[in-house]
């Protein structure tokens, strides 16, 4: 029997096989503390169909791609978004892709989001948390937030662990608490550099529901209406983060049209994003119009070309 595909996910990630060779020869083989999952496009699709997510606009993680040597880091994020690319040409309507940069570079950094965008032609960009422990918001980024804004480009905010040496010493997986508090400390950084004021074409989207950004709006802030005002611009997408602890305190922040889907697949198991997914249309403070702009129609907004209603799987 037919099904329709309607949902857009913005928060989908890709492991090129050669991203992880490569990361494979410098010993790094994990994320967050946590071995790579495994991870094939056809298994990416088979997961949207049961979810029914009709695109997909994937990126690449933590622990992203910068690991002390620069041309490493170049040649890496270029292989990632010459995947990123070959995946929306197999999948047109299927995949979409945010582009990864070489940070800290920012000469190189410029380069390959002129490559990635104008000849690529991929949906946005992602950028970490953190590069190498020097935040989002400092003044050694100023050139490419300045290109970013110009380009009117959408920014995907994904979060990283700081250094090892800053690290404290739990018995869990670093992505658990050290995620959440790191976008945290980029979204505090943000609004004091006054990022979001400078370049106010630039339109961000913060993984994890803004970690805990929403919960301490007035703490980060110091209680300034201003820096609130431009809190509430922030987009926030929903992976692992759909249920009514967090959209209590969104909503008294935001509202609906600043959601969007997220599965956080292959890192998360598509039992946890069904549930996230689920979240959403349960939620007692949502209406289906509500429901029906967090799936499908911000995203739609945002990345206009996906403006296609459904697929038929």
């Not at 550099?193 to 961000?204: A, D, N, Q, T, V």
Request: charged fraction near 25%; hydrophobic fraction near 40%; glycine fraction near 6%.
């Amino acid at each position: 029997m037919e099904k329709k595909a309607y949902r857009i996910d913005i928060h989908h990630h890709i492991l090129p096989p050669e991203y992880l060779k490569s990361l494979a020869k410098i010993e790094v083989i994990t994320a967050g503390n946590v071995a790579f999952p495994t991870w094939a496009p056809e298994e990416s699709l088979a997961v949207m169909d049961k979810l029914g997510i009709g695109t997909a606009i994937t990126s690449i993680s933590s622990p992203g791609v910068y690991f002390g040597d620069s041309k490493f880091t170049i040649e890496l994020a270029r292989l990632c978004n010459d995947f990123s690319a070959y995946l929306i040409n197999k999948y047109p309507q299927r995949f979409g892709g945010f582009a990864t940069l070489p940070l800290p570079d920012i000469e190189a950094s410029l380069i390959e989001l002129e490559y990635a965008l104008d000849t690529l032609e991929l949906d946005g960009v992602v950028l970490l948390s953190n590069i190498n422990g020097k935040y989002l918001g400092d003044p050694d980024f100023e050139e490419l937030f300045s290109e970013l804004s110009r380009r009117k480009t959408v920014v995907f905010i994904h979060p990283d662990a700081p250094p090892v040496e800053k690290l404290p010493k739990l018995s869990f997986p670093t992505s658990v608490l050290e995620f959440v508090f790191d976008t945290t400390r980029t979204v505090a950084n943000l609004l004091h550099h006054g990022i979001l004021k400078r370049y106010s074409e630039i339109k961000f989207i913060l993984g994890h529901a803004g970690g805990a950004a929403p919960y301490l709006a007035w703490r980060i802030t110091f209680g300034n209406k201003r820096l609130i005002k431009y809190l509430k611009k922030f987009y926030y997408d929903m992976a692992i983060s759909a249920t009514p602890y967090v959209f209590n305190t969104l909503m008294e922040l935001t509202d609906p049209s600043k959601m969007l889907l997220g599965s956080d697949y292959p890192f998360v198991h598509e039992i946890v994003a069904k549930e996230m997914i689920q979240g959403i249309g349960t939620y007692e403070g949502f209406n289906e119009e509500d429901c029906t702009a967090i799936e499908q129609e911000n995203a739609r907004s945002l990345f206009p070309r996906f403006k296609y209603d459904q697929y038929t799987i």
